[in-house]
């Protein structure tokens, strides 16, 4: 495990965003475990900063094995939260909106081989040989109604519902997590980041920051250009390069 840390370096920050009066996402930075996550939570002020909340909580028990094994435990637990916040939460919860759920986008890294495990529309970007590429494919009413209309992206969005979710943790009784594995290359960057980052960006304005050589260089670029904008949502990013 130690290996791990002395490769990967990591940096993570949330932000309000101006307009919501409360933080609903969550992060979690542990390189020395080779674990990184982001949640955003959902289902009202409470609720959806507890689901994401609980999220990085659950994960940050460390795990043991190698990278199949730890794969396995952390779907495990994420299946585990799934039922408690569809079931005991939602059924106790004094709340005129019943929904509590989040987001959840997880990178886990042992050696030369990565796996990223989301449910939701927090996103995992990959940076390698100066090109940007996004590893993860949202869970939402949007990106549905393009793969399965053939709609483009703009004619998507004006769906009423486009940002509506399709998967989240919490939000339905089976969970149905995507995970994808790959091999690291030296000089390989990822961005973990809640949909409040990536609305107000462009994948070359992305891609720009990823390219800074530190991963605290990426975070404050990537920062400061939301945050210079109307920032109407929560923003979180885990920023992690070798």
């Not at 759920?101 to 990223?116: F, H, K, P, Q, Y």
């Not at 949909?195 to 992305?206: E, K, N, T, V």
């Amino acid at each position: 495990m130690q290996a791990v840390a002395n490769l990967w370096r990591s940096a993570a920050r949330t932000d309000t965003g101006k307009v919501r009066a409360r933080n609903e996402d969550a992060f979690l930075a542990l390189p020395e475990q080779g674990l990184w996550v982001v949640a955003d939570g959902m289902g009202g002020h409470q609720n959806g900063a507890l689901a994401s909340r609980l999220i990085v909580e659950q994960l940050a028990e460390p795990s043991v094995g190698d990278l199949p094994q730890r794969l396995d435990e952390l779907r495990k637990r994420l299946h585990t939260l799934n039922r408690r916040l569809g079931q005991e939460l939602t059924v106790t919860a004094a709340h005129p909106d019943p929904v509590i759920g989040s987001t959840v986008v997880a990178l886990l890294i042992e050696g030369d081989r990565a796996a990223c495990v989301w449910a939701g529309d927090s996103r995992c970007y990959l940076w390698r040989g100066s090109r940007l590429y996004q590893l993860s494919r949202d869970h939402s009413l949007l990106q549905q109604l393009i793969d399965e209309q053939q709609l483009s992206p703009s004619e998507a969005a004006r769906h009423p519902a486009a940002h509506a979710l399709t998967r989240a943790i919490g939000a339905s009784d089976e969970l149905k997590l995507e995970i994808l594995e790959l091999d690291v290359l030296p000089g390989d960057a990822f961005l973990l980041c809640s949909d409040g980052l990536y609305q107000g960006m462009s994948a070359d304005a992305l891609g720009a920051a990823l390219n800074l050589p530190s991963p605290q260089l990426t975070l404050n670029r990537l920062f400061q250009q939301v945050l210079d904008g109307p920032a109407r949502d929560n923003l979180s990013a885990v920023v992690i390069r070798r």
